[in-house]
């Protein structure tokens, strides 16, 4: 083989012809027979030796033979062979003898039989033996030249392939082998082709040496050998000494070869014949590499093997520089629980007393010492893994070895001793601290050792950041439970008052924590009744700007992953009240004039100011609204003690009706960001007792003193919705508020109500409350004798009649039990019509109204039959009508059993609601007519008893000159028959 006379011919460099040996031009006579046809000037010198004489004078016969003959017997053989098996062709015998004494055209023909005959045979059952051929044991060089000018002048019928798949069974076939390819380059390709195609098992070493040797001649193919048989996984040890060649030329090769196949699933290559190979070149390596990144990828790589590593990491124990580098010490500490001997071995014990001593990967140490002290064989393999960054089926890893080293006691107090992670997020990759304190939670360490991890959770919650790292909300969760199970105490107030009330935007991610933590630790108190523990001081809760930061939070929900979830759902069980329909309905939209500069900075002085004057600037007083309205949520927080002050003065005659709108605006807009402030402001603000101050806990335990405020909010709709918010507000939130009273009340007594009763005593307040609140806002409703003239036209009262209304249907659809309460214990019949057509709900008053009509008062009766009767007209519907019919059945009933002193009582006042009903529906204008019949029947008798020297043509004639209620009730019910009776087609019967 001569790598110089294949880059020669290769290169096509006929000048470095002349620097080749004289065994080389030998060699390539074939070839230089061939240049002779062109008559090149530089080799005229190489013809002239006289040691090449008789190798051209061998090489040149060749050119008078015959190559189109040829061709044809080896078509002909080739079709012989097809048609007939091996053992039916003609055999023949050629012999040395028979190849020295035949002549240039002979020895083609009988070199070219050969190989078809041992191609034919290969293909029908191939061998693992090696080929007895004579010629090529005793005529190399001539079969060589033959083989030459066969394989270009017939390369139809004799392939690189075909010679490569015999001669890899020849003796010392792949040296021949090695010298043809020297002398015919342009055959490399093919034949590097022909052996990745084909996966021959047998002769694999010859197969392995023969592609070495021509990876040899060019390196650029080893590249594509390699890659190739990674792919197909054969061949390891040919593979590494390929990588091993071209490590020399390229240092640092072989090394980043074997770390990548290190992470990948490639446990055939480490764990083949190639070991030793492999741990040889790790041992030259490490003792010649002053490099710790390369130590550290060679320790890696050494995990890997099942050959002599324990003396390999032996060695490596005993390496302790002053400043180790933290990726060597990870990786020989992996590597060293991947191999369970060592762990009797005093020189491990050893290394890693002084690893604890240095501080260094610190993290890894603690979180394979926990998973040592949990037997948490998955994890500590998952963990190895990750660290060598291998795929490897991992069978075992020394689970006791750490252990020895790092007792619990003494792991959990260095955990803790860990410095929290700064800037901690989502994006935040490797071995972090709280992965180790998350671990030691799960198990139960710091409670067994009598450890708290409070600080350590505090500082890392402060030190987050957005996006949020999902071990927080756990471990967060985990200290919580802690807290009711085992002892440990809360965070303190004023740690959570420092971050939650702060303004930065930075610390959003430690307030939206410590937001959830408050929450979670409330929710508990509640879920446990832990009686131990006592819930934070409402003077600390009311501090916190919880709207503010559950806005905050839905501004950054895709930053939050399952915080923002979990926000909600904790903040609706808690504070319900933040969450109401009222807020959202009328909440302020945001526009493009959010920011907008008006000209002057606003200030509460200049504020207080302007309003205070007797005559109200209404030019100036609108551009503070406007401005007011239209600033950053900062100055509207500085603004909103000012502001709530002021609401009084808006209530005064003659203030614009723009200045009340714009305060309406501005309020609802300040809700949305410190509402239960507000709320506390705008009661003290609006109350009817000037001197009281109420407290949130006092407007939770009763909300009522919402309403006990200046009359005069009653009939001014903008403030009035205000009113109405907070009170909605108010309600909703005694009902948290007594249920947390409830499970931390003191334990039941001997005497005292069980739960049950306790629970019915709660539900029967609230009810009480809500149906009170309903009631007053209906009086509301009412015209009083002093609207005519503070609100002439009563345009003032009508739009407060919408708005009540409508706070009414709300609260009827929150509490359907509530519309039933209210009309049980009724109304002023004046009220019905407006209640009726103002709320949309109240169609579902004709589910209980037959009940209603049962019940034995006759003023429930009546104010049954009134409201039946204007529902009637609002909802025509079937439902309606068979509760009208029941309404008329029941009149008919009453008429026959009702003292006839109280006839005129009961019937006067539903004359009206009869002739309703006989509008709404015709069909029972019949019924109602004859109702109407048997009351005047009834009332005609009645009079007659009264007045007996009177005879009855004479009353009926004279009836207004008679003063009596039943004589009213005789005169209605004759009006009432005539209309019946032109408007319904009823035949006049009186």
């Known amino acids: 083989m001569s790598i110089s006379l294949y880059r020669a011919i290769n290169l096509c460099d006929i000048s470095s012809f002349s620097e080749l040996s004289d065994d080389e031009l030998a060699l390539a006579a074939p070839l230089l027979v061939r240049l002779s046809l062109r008559d090149l000037p530089s080799l005229k010198e190489i013809y002239k030796k006289k040691s090449l004489f008789e190798s051209l004078r061998i090489s040149s016969e060749y050119l008078s033979a015959n190559f189109s003959t040829l061709s044809e017997l080896a078509v002909r053989e080739t079709r012989m062979r097809r048609k007939l098996s091996e053992f ?151 593979i590494f000494k390929l990588s091993l060649a071209k490590n020399i030329r390229n240092p640092g090769y072989l ?113 394979s010492a926990i998973n040592s002290h949990n037997s948490s064989f998955n994890l500590l393999t998952d963990l190895v893994r990750e660290i060598i960054g291998s795929r490897f089926v991992i069978k075992s890893v020394s689970r006791s070895l750490v252990r020895i080293v790092l007792p619990e006691n003494v792991l959990a107090s260095f955990c803790l001793a860990l410095p929290p992670t700064v800037g901690l997020c989502s994006r935040t990759r490797g071995l972090l601290p709280i992965q180790c304190i998350l671990q030691l939670a799960r ?70 924590l410590l937001l959830y933590y408050f929450f979670s630790f409330s929710a508990a108190l509640l879920g446990t009744l832990q009686k131990r523990l006592s819930p934070y001081s409402s003077t600390m809760i009311e501090s916190i700007p919880l709207k503010m930061l559950l806005k905050k939070a839905e501004m950054s929900s895709h930053r939050l992953g399952t915080l923002y979830p979990s926000l909600i759902k904790l903040a609706i069980a808690q504070y319900p009240h933040l969450f109401t329909v009222t807020l959202e309905a009328f909440t302020v939209k945001n526009t493009t004039d959010h920011g907008k500069n008006f000209g002057t ?60 709108d714009l305060s309406s605006d501005i309020w609802f807009r300040l809700n949305d960001i410190l509402p239960r402030r507000l709320w506390l402001r705008t009661v003290n603000a609006l109350s009817k007792d000037i001197g009281s101050k109420y407290s949130a806990e006092d407007l939770s335990l009763d909300p009522l003193l919402v309403l006990k405020c200046d009359p005069v909010v009653f009939r001014c709709a903008p403030i009035l919705k205000i009113v109405l918010t907070v009170l909605s507000s108010y309600l909703t939130a005694s009902r948290a508020f007594f249920t947390t009273k409830l499970a931390f009340a003191p334990p039941l007594t001997e005497n005292g109500p069980n739960e049950q009763e306790r629970e019915e005593l709660k539900n029967s307040l609230l009810a009480a409350q809500d149906s009170a609140a309903a009631q007053m806002l209906l009086e509301y409703c009412l015209e009083e004798n002093s609207d005519e003239e503070l609100f002439p036209g009563l345009s003032d009262l009508r739009e407060v009649q919408v708005v009540i209304c409508k706070h009414l249907h709300r609260m009827f659809l929150d509490n359907a039990a509530l519309l039933k309460l209210v009309h049980f214990q009724g ?82 006042p539903i ?80």
């Not at 052996?195 to 594509?224: M, P, S, T, W």
């Not at 890392?460 to 969760?477: A, G, K, M, R, T």
Request: one cysteine or more; a negative charge.
């Open 827 to 908: 109304y002023p019949t004046a009220l019905v019509p407006i209640i009726v057509a103002g709320v949309p709900s109240m169609h579902v008053c004709l589910d209980f109204i037959p009940e209603l009509l049962n019940q034995p008062s006759n003023e429930k009766q009546i104010f049954a039959i009134h409201l039946v009767s204007h529902l009637a007209l609002q909802f025509s519907i079937p439902k309606a009508y068979q509760i009208a019919k029941i309404a008329v059945n029941v009149c008919l009933n009453v008429l026959d059993n009702l003292p006839r002193s109280e006839i005129s009582e009961y019937f006067l």
């Open 255 to 367: 090394i980043s070869l074997l770390l990548e196949l290190s992470r990948e699933s490639n446990a055939w290559f480490f764990k083949s014949p190639a070991q030793p190979l492999i741990y040889d070149f790790i041992c030259q390596s490490l003792r010649t590499s002053n490099d710790t990144d390369v130590v550290t990828d060679l320790v890696t790589i050494a995990a890997c093997l099942d050959y002599k590593i324990d003396d390999l990491l032996v060695k490596q124990l005993a390496f302790k520089p002053p400043n180790p580098s933290s990726k060597f010490l990870s990786a020989l500490l992996s590597t060293i629980l991947l191999v369970p001997t060592l762990s009797s071995r005093p020189e491990t014990v050893g290394w890693l007393q002084w690893l604890v001593k240095t501080g260094s990967i610190s993290t890894l140490l603690a979180l």
């Open 443 to 512: 198990s139960d360490a710091l409670t067994r050792n009598n450890l708290c991890m409070r600080q350590w959770l505090y500082s890392q919650v402060c030190q987050s950041q957005l996006d949020l790292h999902p071990n927080l909300i756990e471990l967060i969760d985990l200290y919580i439970s802690s807290l009711l199970h085992v002892g440990t105490s809360p965070l303190p107030p004023a740690d959570l008052l420092q971050i939650l009330t702060t303004k930065s935007d930075y610390q959003l991610a430690p307030q939206l």
């Open 601 to 660: 900075d606003l200030s509460p002085a200049k504020l207080r100011h302007l309003f205070s004057q007797e005559i109200l600037d209404i030019s100036e007083c609108d551009l503070a609204f406007k401005q007011l309205l239209y600033s950053t949520e900062e100055d509207l927080i500085n603004l909103l003690d000012c502001f709530a002050s002021i609401l009084p003065k808006l209530l005064e005659v003659g203030v614009a009706r723009r200045l009340i």
């Open 911 to 990: 004359l009206p609601s009869l002739k309703r009903l006989s509008k709404a529906f015709p069909p029972l204008a019949v019924d109602i007519v004859k109702l109407l019949i048997k009351v005047v029947q009834v009332t005609v008798a009645m009079i007659t008893v009264q007045f007996p020297h009177y005879n009855q043509k004479w009353l009926t004639e004279n009836l207004s000159i008679v003063q009596s209620s039943d004589v009213e009730l005789l005169h209605e019910a004759k009006n009432v028959f005539k209309e019946l009776s032109s408007t319904c087609f009823v035949t006049p019967l009186l």
């Open 88 to 238: 039916s062709m003609p055999k023949y015998a050629y012999t040395a003898a028979q190849f020295e004494r035949a002549d240039a055209q002979g020895r083609l023909q009988l070199v070219l039989h050969q190989v078809l005959s041992f191609t034919s045979a290969l293909m029908q059952h191939s061998s693992t033996e090696l080929l007895c051929w004579e010629l090529a044991l005793v005529y190399r060089d001539d079969l060589l030249v033959c083989i030459y000018w066969l394989l270009h002048e017939l390369p139809a019928h004799v392939t690189i392939a075909q010679i490569s798949e015999i001669f890899i069974r020849v003796e010392n076939g792949v040296e021949f082998l090695l010298q043809l390819i020297s002398i015919c380059p342009a055959l490399l390709p093919e034949l590097l082709y022909s052996f990745l195609e084909n996966n021959f098992e047998h002769l694999q070493q010859n197969r392995n040496n023969l592609i070495k040797g021509l990876c040899d001649f060019n390196a650029v193919y080893a590249n594509v050998i390699i890659q190739n048989l990674l792919v197909q996984q054969r061949s390891p040890d040919l």
